[in-house]
């Protein structure tokens, strides 16, 4: 184990904005780093943190990101409500249904493309990266018209509560969103966000609360009234379960389209490259995964005392997967820092891995593909428009995605 210098911090600005050079450190260091002034265990190798993902019975997902901030109450009624959701979900996104939305989703991205190409310069994620996430949601939701603006600032005021609620109270296990809210001083969440997020659960409250029977072909809004009338499960249930679903299908999605025109605005090259078909678009898609991932770190809750890679863990421990760095590991992927659009095979772990995988995964390829595709046939050549301006992302520090790119499409 390489002895360090000094310590790495994982949560500072400059990691936000750039964690690879951190990443490298970690990996270099051993199976774990632990934070000297925390105590937090982080894994950064491949194999540790594929090792741990693909473990679900000694290493649980209870404390990670959508499924803590939205799954709530106690431990044992907590692992039995997530497992039940999780099918659910899966069950609403299985192959079938995915695959009967791709001419809606077709559709939806080449009308996007065309109304951004209508501007000289567009803003990517605003105009472009979350208008078919946005338009898919709704389909399903049963919620009509353009959704994008709304579900945007929505996202936003979920996630910023989310990342509030774990800083105050870290080893607290999971309470649904509402309880968070309620149970938070107001102080934690600024005015605006406090107001988008309220304007968003009143939406969802008087949503949900219509009769099924309304939702003829919104599936995923259909399969929740019916495990929620199965389980008896009340509307605030109904509405934490609506939140987590809408920012985990809009959120990681939106983020791997703008990473994805970025790459392509800056390599031009690559744009021709798509043109060429489906298999050049998925292979490019992957290494987009990979090489900027969009879910940046997991975490997940020690279940009985265990081992990997000669790290002892305790019951209860908490640790962090950070899934940018093993999906940069050397030992893995050739040449990880380069961007390698022909790479295959490309086992990123994006998606994570197991029984925990994500469950949206096809949806989300199936979209970021249909902007891609007719950005590039639309558009003659793109460009970034503001080169020299810095890129600014997340403060969430588990995301990852320019949150503004300007684009244009250069006349040649």
Known sequence: MAILERSIDLT???????????YEKVRRHGPVYVDPTSGKKYFGRYAEVREIL????TFSSKVSGVERTFMGADEDLASVRIKAI???????????????LEGFISSAADHAVRSALCQPVFECRSALSAVVPAG?????????????????????????????????????????????????????????????LSECIAFMREHFTQRKSQYVDAWVAESMLTYAEANELDAEGMIDIALGF????????????TSSVLILARKPELQ????TGDHATTLFVDEVLRYESPVQ????????????????????????????????????????????????????????????????????????????KALVQQAK???????????????????RGPRELYVQSAAE
Request: charged share 25%; with cysteine; glycine share 6%.
């Open 381 to 399: 050549r793109l460009e970034l428009a503001r080169p020299s301006e810095p890129l600014r992302y997340p403060s969430y520090i588990s995301l």
């Open 54 to 57: 693909t473990d679900a019975d």
């Open 136 to 196: 898919a949601i709704g389909m399903m939701f049963g919620i009509e018209g353009d959704n994008t603006e709304r579900f945007m600032r929505w996202t936003e005021a979920v996630l910023l509560l989310g990342r509030k609620a774990r800083r105050a109270n870290p080893t607290q296990p999971g309470l649904g969103l509402l309880t968070r809210l309620r149970t938070m001083r107001r102080t934690l969440m600024p005015t605006r966000m406090e107001a988008n």
């Open 12 to 22: 500072s600005e400059s990691v936000r904005q750039d964690p690879f050079p951190a």
């Open 297 to 372: 770190r997991r975490q997940r809750a020690v279940r009985s005392d265990c081992e990997v890679s000669g790290v002892p863990m305790k019951r209860g421990e908490i640790v962090t997967l950070l899934i940018g760095s093993a999906n940069r590991d050397l030992e893995v992927f050739a040449h990880a820092d380069r961007f390698d659009h022909e790479r295959n095979p490309n086992p990123h772990l994006a998606f994570g891995m197991g029984p925990r995988s994500c469950p949206g995964s096809q949806l989300g390829r199936l979209e970021v593909c249909a902007v891609l």
């Open 86 to 100: 999780r099918a659910m979900v899966r069950a609403a996104l299985s192959t079938k249904k995915v695959g009967a």
């Open 272 to 275: 021709e490259y798509i043109r």
């Open 246 to 257: 809408m920012v985990a299908a809009a959120e990681s999605t939106t983020s791997l389209v």
